[in-house]
Structure formats: C-alpha cells, structure tokens
C-alpha cells in the first residue's frame, strides 16, 4: 500500500515549511499554513521507521470533524480541508506548552503513579488508586513543548513562574481545556467509548486565543470501550482500549522505551497493517461513520493538486 512517509512539498508562496513528527507544516506567504498529515507514526518522542496506510487522512478527518464541533467553546484555527490528509488555516504563534488533561489512571499517568510519584505537575494524586481507575475530577498535567527530543512535564506554577505562559492566558486555557474535554467525553459517550485522556495545544493570532493542532485523534487520545469497563476494572484486566498505546505496548515488549542505547525494533507488515486497521476502527467507531479510503495511487500528486487548487482559489 502506498504511504506518506516523507514529503517534500513546495506550494506557491510557501515561505516556511517545518516538518513535525508527523505533521508538516507548510506557511503560505506568512498568512496562512497548510498541514499535511503523513502516515508517519511517533512512540516515544521517536518517529517509527514505517509508515501506516490511511492514518493521516484518518487523523486530518477525525480533527476536523472536532474542531467543527467545538467550535462554539473555543475559536480554531481549521479553516478547510483540501485533501483527505490535508487541513489549511489561521497561522497562529503557538504557546509553549500542551494542556493534557486526564479523566483516568492510565497511561503516563499510571507508570509515574507505579514508580512511587504521588504528585504529577503540581497535582496531588490520591493513595489507592488502580491503574485505569477515574479520578474524581479530571485533572491537567501540562508538558513543556519540546523542538526536539521529549517533552517534560510541568506544573502550572512553574509555567506561569518562569513567564512561558502569562497568568490570564494560562487561566484562559484551563476554561477552554475542561470545556473542551467534556464536549469531548459527551461525544465518545455517545458511541460507547470513555474519552480517557488527551491533549489541546493553543495559539495566538491578533491577540485572539485559538485552539490549534488535533484534537480527539489517536495519536493525541486515548480511549477505553464503556462496555465491560466496570467489570474489567473490578478483576483487574486490560482496559479494551483505541488509542495508539497498543503500539508503545509492543514497543516496551520489543525492548525499545526512546531510552539510551535501545534500537527501534522492525515493525512486521503484519504489525502495520494492524495498526492501520486499529486507525480505521476508531475513526468509524468514534464517529459511527464508514471511513471511505482515499486513493492512494499517487498520494503526492493528489496532494499537489489539491493544494494548488485551493491557493489558487483564495488569491
């Protein structure tokens, strides 16, 4: 199957272009950018060596249908897509952190808490607790926005302390990150799934505070199924789960954590063709629609021509 691992696009006015772990960014006469989606996957802060089919059209469609449907909490950057894998708006100055929010014990979460930590960015976390069990409330664990290499977690007053984020901005993005994430958990609720954590990256154009990035994807998300989750909490299995951590799991049991020394493992055909079809599962579970492949026999060209169409129709 064909796959955008690696893209080198160059639009008509592009003045910038910065290529992410899985996302690359292309600004547009320094007003508009153009992101495409790859199929690129990312564990461990580490891009993996092989592309998975269908996952950035399944990322670029999933975050445009949230963006659309929060829209009314927060104004986002989106302003259409283009291609199946391709999404165009606001060129928006990031702030230089993500506000990750947490409904349950699972994740980063639930191997901080194992090691011994009962603090997690500045935020208590209570004795007792299971991995995968729900927190009371949902809590936020910020994590610094790294360039390069891993983000750091952070805690509130440190961000405002050393300035990365003024005090009435960071109170600002809390609202619309609750705000966002029950609107989030409503939605996944209403197709059988519990909406477990994720993370909302903002922005600044024009003094105007705009949600930017995905949100609710895979690769920013994770989700349990509802169905059994009592009862698989209560004899302590494996959450039944969609989210990309499947892939760090088999990661951690090929010996590879991002750590010093460790080489990425080979992932077999087999293993990528199963995390595309995990991809493709929940973007149809999620939004209780038939996910329709795009064709793939020139991606690039596709993705030209389709750029190329839109720019021409906004000079």
């Known amino acids: 199957?064909?796959?955008?691992?690696?893209?080198?696009?160059?639009?008509?006015?592009?003045?910038?272009?910065?290529?992410?772990?899985?996302?690359?960014?292309?600004?547009?006469?320094?007003?508009?950018?153009?992101?495409?989606?790859?199929?690129?996957?990312s564990a461990f802060d580490y891009i993996l060596p092989k592309?998975?089919?269908?996952?950035?059209?399944?990322?670029?469609?999933?975050?445009?249908?949230?963006?659309?449907?929060?829209?009314?909490?927060?104004?986002?950057?989106?302003?259409?897509?283009p291609d199946p894998s391709v999404a165009v708006g606001h060129k928006c100055e990031p702030f230089k952190v993500e506000m990750v929010i947490r409904g349950y014990m699972a994740g980063h979460a639930a191997r901080e808490y194992k090691a011994g930590k009962r603090v997690l960015c500045g935020v208590a976390l209570p004795?007792?607790?299971?991995?995968?069990?729900?927190?009371?409330?949902?809590?936020?664990?910020?994590?610094?926005?790294?360039?390069?290499?891993?983000?750091?977690?952070?805690?509130?007053?440190?961000?405002?302390?050393?300035?990365?984020?003024?005090?009435?901005?960071?109170i600002q993005l809390e609202k619309f990150t609750?705000?966002?994430?029950?609107?989030?958990?409503?939605?996944?609720?209403?197709?059988?799934?519990?909406?477990?954590?994720t993370k909302y990256e903002f922005g600044k154009k024009d003094g105007q505070i705009y949600l930017i990035d995905e949100i609710h994807t895979p690769d920013s998300s994770?989700?349990?199924?509802?169905?059994?989750?009592?009862?698989r909490q209560a004899k302590g299995e494996k959450q039944k789960q969609l989210s990309k951590e499947f892939v760090r799991e088999w990661l951690i049991e090929n010996n590879f954590q991002g750590l010093d020394g460790?080489?990425?493992?080979?992932?077999?055909?087999?293993?990528?063709?199963?995390?595309?079809?995990?991809?493709?599962?929940?973007?149809?579970?999620?939004?209780?629609?038939?996910?329709?492949?795009?064709d793939v026999s020139n991606i690039e060209e596709r993705i030209n021509k389709n750029v190329l169409d839109f720019i021409n129709s906004v000079k």
């Open 1 to 41: 199957m064909n796959a955008i691992k690696d893209s080198h696009f160059e639009f008509p006015g592009q003045t910038a272009v910065y290529n992410g772990k899985v996302r690359d960014v292309h600004t547009i006469n320094n007003d508009f950018i153009v992101i495409v989606a790859s199929d690129r996957i």
């Open 51 to 81: 592309a998975i089919p269908y996952k950035g059209q399944v990322l670029n469609q999933l975050a445009a249908k949230f963006l659309k449907a929060t829209e009314d909490i927060v104004q986002n950057w989106l302003l259409d897509t």
């Open 127 to 170: 004795e007792g607790m299971h991995e995968n069990d729900k927190f009371a409330q949902p809590i936020i664990t910020p994590a610094t926005k790294a360039e390069e290499g891993h983000d750091e977690d952070i805690s509130r007053e440190e961000i405002i302390r050393q300035g990365i984020v003024s005090e009435a901005d960071y």
């Open 178 to 197: 609750y705000a966002l994430f029950q609107r989030g958990t409503e939605i996944a609720a209403k197709q059988g799934l519990i909406l477990v954590d």
């Open 222 to 231: 994770r989700y349990f199924y509802a169905e059994g989750y009592e009862e």
């Open 262 to 294: 460790q080489t990425i493992p080979e992932m077999p055909e087999a293993f990528v063709n199963t995390v595309s079809e995990r991809y493709i599962e929940l973007y149809e579970k999620i939004t209780g629609e038939k996910f329709v492949k795009a």
